[in-house]
C-alpha cells in the first residue's frame, strides 16, 4: 500500500467505527497553513480529533497562545517549559500515556522518511525520543491496528488495512513486532524504541534520517 492509500484506509476505518471518536470539523483554508503539509490532508478532514476513546489525541491546528493542544503553538510551549523538543519537530498529537506526537519537518533522506514521526517521552533530559514511523501515514495504520487488537473492532482494522492473517493477533504479546514492522514500515531502521528505555537524541534522531 502506497502511504495515500493508507490514509484513505485510516479516514474509512474512522467513519466504519465512528462511535468511539470525536472529530472536530474540517480544518479552514487559514488553519491548514498552520499545519505541516504532511498532516493537511487528515486536517482538511477534521480539525484535530480524539481517537479509541480520548486514547489517542491530535491537536486542534490554532488556538490561544497560550494553548498547548494545538498545532500552531504546542512546540514552543513544550520547549518554553524545557522539554528537549528538537527543533525540527512539529507537535501535533499526544499517544496514551501522555507522551507527545511530532512529526520532522527538518532535513532527511525524504525518499526513505517522507514525514518521519517521533514520540517525546514524559523526561527532562537530552535523549527522550523515539523514531515511530518514517511517515505520518504508516504511524496511523501501526496506531490504528495495535489501539484495536483484542476489541471488537480488530476484525474490521484487519480487513481494512489488508494485513496479513500471520500478523492478526489478539493481543500485543501476541504480535512479532519485528514481523509487523518488516510488512508496515520496511524502512524503519530498526523496532521503535521506547524512549524510557532506549531513548535517542535529537542529534540521534538527525544521524538516523540522514542516512
Same mark, same amino acid.
Given at each position: 500500500?502506497?502511504?495515500?492509500?493508507?490514509?484513505?484506509?485510516?479516514?474509512?476505518?474512522?467513519?466504519?467505527?465512528?462511535?468511539?471518536?470525536?472529530?472536530?470539523?474540517?480544518?479552514?483554508?487559514?488553519?491548514?497553513?498552520?499545519?505541516?503539509?504532511?498532516?493537511?490532508?487528515?486536517?482538511?478532514?477534521?480539525?484535530?480529533?480524539?481517537?479509541?476513546?480520548?486514547?489517542?489525541?491530535?491537536?486542534?491546528?490554532?488556538?490561544?497562545?497560550?494553548?498547548?493542544?494545538?498545532?500552531?503553538?504546542?512546540?514552543?510551549?513544550?520547549?518554553?517549559?524545557?522539554?528537549?523538543?528538537?527543533?525540527?519537530?512539529?507537535?501535533?498529537?499526544?499517544?496514551?500515556?501522555?507522551?507527545?506526537?511530532?512529526?520532522?519537518?527538518?532535513?532527511?533522506?525524504?525518499?526513505?522518511?517522507?514525514?518521519?514521526?517521533?514520540?517525546?517521552?514524559? @523526561?527532562?533530559?537530552?535523549?527522550? #525520543?523515539?523514531? $515511530?514511523?518514517? !511517515?505520518?501515514? /504508516?504511524? *496511523? =495504520?501501526?496506531?490504528?491496528?495495535?489501539?484495536?487488537?483484542?476489541?471488537?473492532?480488530?476484525?474490521?482494522?484487519?480487513?481494512?488495512?489488508?494485513?496479513?492473517?500471520?500478523?492478526?493477533?489478539?493481543?500485543?504479546?501476541?504480535?512479532?513486532?519485528?514481523?509487523?514492522?518488516?510488512?508496515?514500515?520496511?524502512?524503519?531502521?530498526? @523496532?521503535?524504541?521506547?524512549?524510557? #528505555?532506549?531513548? $535517542?537524541?535529537? !542529534?540521534?534522531? /538527525?544521524? *538516523? =534520517?540522514?542516512?
Amino acid at each position: 500500500m502506497t502511504d495515500g492509500d493508507i490514509l484513505r484506509r485510516f479516514l474509512s476505518f474512522l467513519r466504519e467505527t465512528e462511535n468511539e471518536h470525536e472529530f472536530g470539523p474540517p480544518a479552514s483554508a487559514a488553519e491548514l497553513v498552520l499545519v505541516p503539509a504532511p498532516l493537511q490532508s487528515l486536517y482538511r478532514e477534521m480539525n484535530g480529533a480524539a481517537l479509541f476513546d480520548g486514547d489517542l489525541l491530535f491537536f486542534m491546528a490554532s488556538g490561544p497562545r497560550d494553548e498547548d493542544g494545538t498545532v500552531q503553538h504546542a512546540s514552543r510551549l513544550a520547549r518554553e517549559a524545557e522539554w528537549p523538543i528538537p527543533q525540527e519537530v512539529v507537535l501535533f498529537g499526544r499517544d496514551t500515556g501522555g507522551e507527545v506526537l511530532g512529526v520532522w519537518t527538518g532535513p532527511r533522506n525524504s525518499a526513505k522518511y517522507p514525514s518521519p514521526i517521533v514520540l517525546t517521552g514524559l @523526561l527532562f533530559k537530552p535523549a527522550a #525520543h523515539a523514531l $515511530l514511523a518514517t !511517515s505520518f501515514e /504508516r504511524y *496511523l =495504520l501501526t496506531t490504528t491496528v495495535w489501539h484495536c487488537l483484542g476489541t471488537d473492532y480488530a476484525e474490521a482494522a484487519f480487513e481494512t488495512f489488508q494485513v496479513p492473517s500471520a500478523l492478526r493477533a489478539d493481543d500485543l504479546e501476541e504480535l512479532d513486532a519485528e514481523a509487523w514492522f518488516a510488512w508496515s514500515d520496511a524502512a524503519l531502521p530498526g @523496532l521503535p524504541g521506547d524512549p524510557y #528505555h532506549e531513548p $535517542l537524541t535529537g !542529534s540521534q534522531i /538527525r544521524t *538516523l =534520517l540522514a542516512k
